[in-house]
């Protein structure tokens, strides 16, 4: 099976833009995370999908938003953009309502100017 | 609240050494603990389970519920454990969100 995929890989911004990111989880996997990577605050929770609902969200501010479709696929969408938005964007699928592994994706780096 | 402490933000050992990477979580439920590692230029992925209790790469994790830790061990270490270790809990029935401690990266020197 295909790994999880996300797209774009690098992104480049500039503050008071918005950006989306997707994340294509593994085949069969109805569970979506996103997570928020930064070298200062380390792996923090953005929020979690299952079956198009958002079940669970993080301690981020309300720019920060999601969805889930049909299909799995899940995209993030952060809005007006601050310096400090700039981190790795992690998504993770699971085939599990709760519990269990999570499968990562590689991430998507966001920069932000 | 959940939360998750690694103590060490860095750790190095000589080839062949016991590596011991600590562990305290708080949680006031029954949680299920993991160890996730990043090797470079990888991407992240499950090395342990406490729940599953096996040994994977020579790496054991043992739930201290008392003490409220989950220590990663091992007893030789190889050069291809150099890598970026997490713990991480998860807790929330019905949820799949994991909180992480900050990681520790481990250095095995030849």
């Known amino acids: 099976k295909a790994g999880v995929t996300q797209t774009p890989r690098y992104l480049i911004k500039t503050r008071g833009q918005q950006v989306t990111l997707s994340c294509s989880p593994i085949s069969g996997h109805r569970s979506v995370s996103w997570y928020q990577q930064t070298p200062g605050q380390g792996l923090q929770f953005l929020f979690e999908y299952f079956s198009e609902t958002q079940r669970n969200k993080g301690n981020f501010p309300g720019r920060f938003s999601g969805r889930q479709f049909s299909n799995s696929r899940s995209e993030m969408n952060v809005s007006t953009l601050e310096l400090g938005d700039s981190a790795l964007y992690l998504c993770a699928s699971s085939p599990r309502t709760s519990g269990g592994e999570q499968f990562f994706g590689p991430g998507t780096r966001l920069t932000v100017l | 609240a959940q939360r998750v402490t690694q103590p060490e933000k860095l750790l190095s050992v000589f080839k062949g050494a016991p590596v011991e990477l600590k562990c305290n979580y708080s949680?006031?439920?029954?949680?299920?603990l993991f160890w996730y590692v990043q090797y470079s230029r990888q991407r992240l992925q499950l090395l342990l389970r406490?729940?599953s209790r096996e040994s994977i790469k020579g790496f054991t994790a043992d739930l201290n519920k008392g003490e409220t830790s989950f220590h990663l061990k091992k007893p030789f270490a190889q050069e291809e454990d150099s890598a970026m270790y997490y713990c991480a809990l998860s807790g929330l029935q019905g949820a799949q969100k994991l909180v992480f401690g900050q990681g520790t990266r481990l250095t095995i020197n030849p």
């Open positions: 406490h729940i």
């Open positions: 949680y006031s439920g029954s949680p299920e």
